[in-house]
């Protein structure tokens, strides 16, 4: 079968960085991604990882280690607005579909 | 149009009815996904259409679910005989060549 473990809830403070945790045991595996929901909205892209190592874009950074089955979501500087659902995501075969964990719920207090 | 397009926003129905649930995805995409999202919970898998290859049915969880994609664009998610643990946002997202999915608003089913 195919399983993702991330934490469900992580509270910090503005202007804080949190890590958010990602481990799956998928048979196969293309890519980790994550994606941020706020209330009621649609899911966004924020990340892919294809490859070991460590992606930034901006304020997020995303790190994967496909040894450890392993991979990490790095928000720096947070703000208010960063408050949302967390997803992680992982690329299986066959064909490719994507399998989400149960996400996390991040709060951002003042 | 510019993003993922999925009718109707909102549906209510009573138990025992069939509903469809549409899905407009971005022009050129050719990766289709459908997912169930309940209250507070993860996106759970349902379907998958790639081009012209057969959909991966495996999330669909009875045989009351079915989906098609006619001419490799607008998806319609079928549910039969609805029963009120089907209550749930149905998402849809198209996938770009990057593997970037776009997701639609969601298509809000409430079954009584």
């Known amino acids: 079968g195919q399983s993702l473990e991330q934490p469900s809830e992580v509270t910090a403070v503005e202007g804080a960085i949190v890590q958010i945790n990602c481990t799956y045991q998928?048979?196969?595996?293309?890519?980790l991604s994550w994606y941020q929901q706020h209330d009621g909205g649609a899911p966004t892209f924020l990340s892919y990882?294809?490859?070991?190592g460590l992606e930034e874009t901006g304020r997020f950074s995303s790190f994967l280690s496909r040894s450890d089955s392993y991979g990490y979501l790095l928000l720096q500087e947070l703000q208010m607005k960063d408050s949302a659902s967390y997803f992680c995501a992982v690329r299986v075969p066959p064909g490719g579909k994507l399998i989400f964990g149960q996400g996390t719920e991040l709060s951002v207090k003042p | 149009g510019a993003g993922v397009s999925q009718s109707p926003s909102n549906k209510v129905t009573e138990k025992g009815k069939d509903v469809e649930l549409r899905c407009d995805p971005i022009?050129?995409?050719?990766?289709l996904y459908w997912y169930r999202q309940s209250l507070g919970q993860g996106l759970e898998f349902l379907i998958y259409?790639?081009?012209?290859?057969?959909?991966?049915k495996s999330g669909l969880p009875s045989d009351r679910f079915s989906a098609e994609r006619t001419g490799g664009s607008v998806s319609t998610l079928t549910i039969q005989r609805t029963q009120q643990e089907d209550s749930a946002v149905y998402l849809c997202?198209?996938?770009?060549?990057?593997?970037?999915?776009?997701f639609g608003e969601g298509s809000r089913l409430t079954v009584l």
């Open positions: 259409f790639q081009g012209n290859s057969a959909p991966d």
């Open positions: 022009s050129g995409h050719t990766a």
């Open positions: 998928t048979s196969g595996f293309y890519g």
């Open positions: 990882n294809g490859l070991d």
């Open positions: 997202a198209s996938r770009a060549e990057t593997g970037e999915l776009f």
